[in-house]
């Protein structure tokens, strides 16, 4: 087993002290610590020493050691624009930031609007997350990578219709008009999934749909119509299969005739 120096094993006992106060000092203490090897004499490694010593998973550790690197180039980039903006008080906080890769300068205007958003204030997690979407999405702005007639999936955004499938009727920047059975809805790119279907497929995607509209025009459907043309929405594939063509074709016949 490796041995410390004195030096060493002082330097350790002063970092673990460190690590128990607040998260900035916590993760630079860390970092030291896992790079110094502080933790050879008694543990054959870091995440070891970690879970044994502190009681941290090393998804907490990396957390913490990102979260305290962060903390400094947000410190640094006030301090070279001027600025008096609170600094962060929580390693949660921190996380959309470097969950994002944002570089040094990124990290800090995103901290900067974040506070502008706060009032001036400390911002909370989903005001910094929220802060982080508006600034990339500004200086990054998305490409609409949908299609009009292009069959997809409704991952969400729209209340009730969570992976059903539609139709893109209309393309935007960053949103599309799209089609539903019986309803039309604007989603954002970031809420819909395509299901690349071959050609022959989305045509038969959009007969499928044809024969759910004219349904739901026809007035009001009892329940098991209704429960029916509900779970035809959330198909992913284009055939029916025999049972669902035989009951669709009961409620044209019901219905329509």
């Known amino acids: 087993m490796y041995v410390l120096s ?19 000092l916590r993760g630079q203490a860390l ?10 004499d008694r543990f054959d490694n870091f995440e070891s020493y970690c879970e044994s010593v502190f009681g941290f998973t090393m998804l907490y550790i990396e957390r913490c050691m990102t979260a305290a690197e962060t903390y400094f180039l947000i410190e640094e980039y006030l301090k070279t624009q001027g600025l008096n903006d609170p600094k962060p008080t929580k390693q949660k906080q921190l996380r959309p930031i470097f969950q994002a890769h944002l570089s040094p300068i ?5 901290w900067v609007m974040a506070v502008e958003i706060a009032q001036g204030q400390v911002p909370s997690y989903s005001i910094v997350k929220s802060a982080v979407k508006a600034y990339l999405k ?3 702005p998305p490409v609409n990578p949908f299609s009009i007639g292009e069959i997809c999936r409704i991952k969400s955004g729209v209340p009730g219709k969570q992976n059903c499938w539609c139709v893109v009727a209309e393309v935007s920047q960053d949103e599309c008009v799209v089609d539903t059975w019986d309803d039309r809805f604007v989603v954002s790119v970031d809420d819909l999934m395509p299901m690349k279907f071959t ?3 989305s045509e038969q995607m959009l007969d499928l749909g044809a024969r759910m509209t004219a349904l ?5 459907l009892d329940e098991a ?27 044209e016949e019901v219905y329509l005739d």
């Open 138 to 140: 500004q200086k990054y």
């Open 106 to 110: 990124e990290a800090g205007e995103v």
């Open 216 to 220: 739901s025009e026809v007035g009001e």
């Open 6 to 24: 004195p030096q060493e094993a002082e330097l350790r006992d002063k970092l673990e002290h460190q690590v128990r106060t607040g998260f900035v």
């Open 225 to 251: 119509a209704t429960w029916l043309l509900k779970g035809l929405e959330k198909l992913n594939r284009s055939q029916l299969n025999s049972l669902e063509e035989r009951l669709l074709m009961v409620l």
């Open 31 to 40: 970092r030291m610590i896992k790079r110094l090897g502080l933790y050879r």
């Open 199 to 201: 050609s022959q497929e």
